[in-house]
């Protein structure tokens, strides 16, 4: 058997960009896009890549250059998905949420030589530009290219450099038929991590691993042929979680949005009959606090929730409405997300909150994946399966990214032993099924105790009048930390917060948790901050909390809280890619 030959009918670098090919082929009147009144079939959207691939090798792009985009989810953020490899290089979304100072620091670690930006975030790359600009280290030559994304339906004739993305779809050749893949580990995507506990860092994504990943989400979620899939779940995180080539190897619809207001979201489910959509937990508010006429499901939606734990008592009220919840853990480094929670049928017999309690965990690994395991971090052991021995949560497979772009010793840290390290704090249920507990840096440590950030959050949800609840290490005289729990609040049915007082929600934990994981302060806020993928920002309520002990006691400015510094950005060492 050995002597059997490997050849290129047998065996093909794998790339998501076959499922656009196929789509084309096999799908090619079907719908592919919808945005507002534009409507692309497969056959248009492959032709569109096409032509906007050959443009790009034209403006001398070439393998692993980097292009960047800060685009909402609109028609052209999804053809750069495929169009940015067809041309060889690699696809750089940005967060649409950073400030133009996170913006050029993204352009000028990547390098991107081409930057695509949408009308509506002109000003912010503008000034990113201007950083870029002024900053002496930064050659001329390095300042990418800027192409301007118009709106497709309403063109506002908004210019920041000379060209515009339609040109350049128009100008391409629409038989450009791209080079084949040398090797399916060349890089396809550079997605810099959202920075919510450290500085923001560069996963580099093989074709390989999105091709798997995508296969993998695809089969995790049972998701059949044809869906027609609402874009709520911005692009620019982890590519979609890679539904942006999923929607084309399902031959499916997408549908896409500008903004995701309540409104929007019922009116497009309603207008274009969505069956899927992916979104964080946060968004689950949303959906509940439309006004009752708004909701008006005719057929169950499927979400995939993830980025955030969904707290069980936010399952219950959500299911009901007509939605059906899947739920996945990731990560950016893992092409999105690693785990699922995989429906057993026998649970459909549960109670409505045991069954929530049991899709609140955050499940099993996805195909692509060789292994997922709870470690001892110092021995490497596994922890019991007891559903109680708190370790970190660790990954190994096909999924997980090539490694930080130009920044070897965050890479050789992130991978021990043959497992990439999570950074994830969680136990390992009898049936096996996983679910975290916290990031190690939220752990709280209570007199020596080990306090779950996520477990009194839990229990806070469980509170009717709580929207959003998200607790920190407050640091403490005498337990060293304790937690302080930040809430939103729902208004009373005369519109009013003001009649719930801390006390109400500290008497509330203390029916709920044990004494020692009861927030000792509880502040109310009108709104979490959140970064663009909902995600609450810890780091910014830990200020807050470190602050708040300041305020209440002077005297202990000396106290022992980590104060969590921002390690300075990655360090530069020209590494390329195809080095990774
Ligand atoms: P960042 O690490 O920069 O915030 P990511 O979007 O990659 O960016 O965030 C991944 C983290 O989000 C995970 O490490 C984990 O802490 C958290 N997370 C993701 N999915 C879940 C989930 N289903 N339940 C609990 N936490 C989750």
Known sequence: ?????????????????????????????????????????????????????SSLRALNIVKNDVVSVLAPNVPAMYEMHFAVPMAGAVLNTIN?????????????????KVFFVDYQYVQVAGEALRILVGDSKVPESSIPLVIVIDDIDSPTGVRLGELEYEQLVHKGNPKYV??????????????????????????????????????????????????????????????GWTFTWGIAARGGTNVCLRNTTATDIYRSIAMHKV??????????????????????LTSPVQILTGGAPPPAALLEKIEPLGFHITHAYGLTEATGPALVCEWQRKWNQLP?????????????????????????????????????????????????????????????????????????VGVVHPDGYLEIKDRSKDVIISGGENISSVEVESALYKHPRVLEAAVVAMPHPHWGESPCAFVAIRNNSAGKTEDLREAEIISHCRKNL???????????????????????????????AKELLVSVNLSNKSSNVNPQPIPPFGEQNLQAFSRL
């Open 275 to 296: 069956t899927h959509m992916c979104c964080a937990p946060i968004v689950f508010n949303i959906l509940l606090q439309a006004e009752p006429n708004e909701i008006t």
């Open 514 to 544: 044990p004494h020692f994981m009861v927030p000792k302060k509880v502040v109310v806020l009108p709104e979490l901050p959140k970064n663009s993928t909902g995600k609450i920002l810890k780091n910014e309520l830990r200020a807050k």
């Open 96 to 112: 649409s949420r950073l400030d133009a100072k996170n913006v050029a620091t993204i352009l000028r670690h990547s390098e991107a």
């Open 178 to 239: 791209h080079a084949e893949l040398e090797d399916e580990w060349d890089p396809i995507a550079l997605n810099y991590t959202s920075g919510t506990t450290s500085a923001p860092k560069g996963v580099a994504y093989s074709h390989r691993g999105a091709y798997l990943s995508t296969l993998s989400l695809i089969l995790g979620w049972e998701m059949g042929g044809e869906p027609v899939y609402l874009w709520t779940l911005p692009m620019f995180h982890c590519n």
């Open 1 to 53: 058997m050995d002597q059997l030959p490997k050849c290129e009918a047998n065996y093909t670098p794998l790339t998501p960009i076959t499922f656009l090919k196929r789509a084309s082929a096999f799908y090619a009147n079907r719908t592919s896009i919808i945005y507002e009144a534009t409507r692309f079939t497969w056959g248009q959207t492959y032709e569109r890549c096409r032509r906007l691939a």
């Open 352 to 424: 409505r909150d045991d069954q929530a309690k049991l899709k609140a965990r955050q499940g099993i690994s996805i195909l692509t994946l060789d292994d997922v395991d709870v470690k001892d971090l110092k021995t490497m052991a596994s922890v019991p399966h007891d559903g109680k021995t708190l370790g970190e949560i660790v990954l190994r497979g096909s999924s997980i990214m090539k490694g930080y772009f130009k920044d070897r010793k965050a890479t050789s840290e992130a991978f021990k032993d043959g497992w990439f390290v999570t950074g994830d």
